[in-house]
């Protein structure tokens, strides 16, 4: 049985809701009303989520969580639950305990963390309820009882060193600094500018940013759009490259066409993918969500329907985009690595869109 602790604060005061970069926005939330103490009905739900995968991305968040303590970043920050009781410390000690725990079990027949009773015995679970007045402004209509769940991918696509009439939409790394300080040309550009050629011959920031690869316009788009693209060159071996640093433009819901976002990102070549601050993820672990008002670090608890009942996922909150900077409901799970769009629509056809969601959170002894 959960046995609710008297953590948890149950009149706090109002969030201020942080903004694209992290910045205060004026507007306020009732972190009470969002998430609410609860008794999870999960002692028969079979747990899916590896354990050792879930145990290396905690442990990733949490040195991570750890670095940025004493800066300015706010992504070292609690969130929104701070105003329910929940502290740094307390996001550290349930992202180390699912480290220890799965380093530990490792190889065994019986894994802790797949077992709902001993998530029972170990865990505080808070429901989250979404804003739905805000899911509406996006024209997305949710209950009082799930959120939206969307899901991301890697896709593997193929490519070409230099410019070609299909692979016609470079991956830019990032400008060159001067000085040791980011250009401005950075921050000036916008994604039509770049798509137009400002940095082929002609432009005008020729030669300022260096082409990764060369890929299709659509397969670009994705890239930007999922942060993590696999290219596939003839005679090569396979390389990956992730989301570096963007153009400080905000994110459109509204701008359907994706080539016409003024957002951009510039990439760099990696070995894995990578979520916020760096940190290593794993597929069917990790999901994307608002890190400046939930709180980068946060273990979630996703209570997934199938056809032989509810399976519960779990997953740790390391990784944002510009669709979440503010965004309270929703989240988006990172599924793995695809051939095609066509093998990922397959795929997430079977797939829900709205789940019940929970933040779990270390008992305090």
Do not use: C
Not at 117 to 139: G, I, M, T, V, Y
Not at 157 to 183: K, M, Q, W
Not at 275 to 281: D, H, R, W
């Amino acid at each position: 049985m959960w046995l609710l602790a008297s953590l948890w604060t149950t009149s706090a005061p109002a969030w201020e809701v942080r903004g694209s970069n992290g910045e205060r926005t004026g507007d306020q939330v009732a972190a009470a009303d969002r998430f609410i103490p609860h008794d999870p009905s999960w002692t028969d739900t079979f747990v899916s989520t590896s354990p050792q995968d879930l145990g290396m991305v905690a442990r990733h968040a949490a040195s991570n969580l750890r670095r940025l303590q004493g800066t300015d970043s706010p992504v070292g920050d609690v969130g929104l639950l701070s105003e329910l009781g929940v502290t740094i410390d307390d996001v550290l000690r349930t992202l180390d305990h699912i480290s220890r725990v799965a380093y530990e079990d490792r190889g065994a027949p019986y894994q802790r963390l797949q077992d709902p009773s001993w998530l029972a015995e170990n865990f505080e679970a808070l429901h989250w309820q979404p804003d739905q007045a805000a899911a509406q402004r996006r024209k997305i209509t949710l209950s009082d009882d799930a959120i939206r769940l969307t899901k991301y991918v890697v896709y593997t696509v193929p490519g070409s060193h230099v410019r070609t009439s299909r692979f016609n939409t470079a991956l830019y790394a990032a400008p060159r600094r001067v000085d040791g300080r980011e250009p401005d040309i950075q921050y000036s550009l916008t994604r039509m500018d770049v798509y137009s050629g400002a940095y082929e011959d002609g432009g005008v920031a020729k030669g300022r940013a260096k082409p990764l690869v060369w890929l299709t316009r659509d397969a670009v788009n994705q890239a930007l759009l999922q942060g993590t693209i696999q290219v596939r060159i003839p005679g090569e071996a396979t390389r990956m490259y992730n989301v570096h640093v963007n153009n400080g433009r905000a994110w459109q819901p509204g701008t359907a066409d994706q080539s016409k976002q003024p957002r951009y990102w510039y990439f760099r070549e990696v070995d894995q993918i990578f979520g916020v601050e760096q940190t290593a993820l794993r597929a069917e672990a990790a999901v994307a969500g608002d890190v400046y008002n939930l709180g980068f670090g946060k273990l979630v608890a996703l209570e997934w329907p199938t056809e032989e009942g509810t399976e519960l996922r779990l997953a740790i909150l390391a990784d944002t985009g510009g669709a979440f900077q503010p965004n309270l409901f929703q989240l988006d799970w990172l599924a793995g690595n695809f051939a095609s769009k066509q093998a990922f629509a397959d795929w997430v056809k079977d797939t829900p869109s709205r789940v019940r969601a929970s933040i779990l959170v270390w008992r305090r002894r």
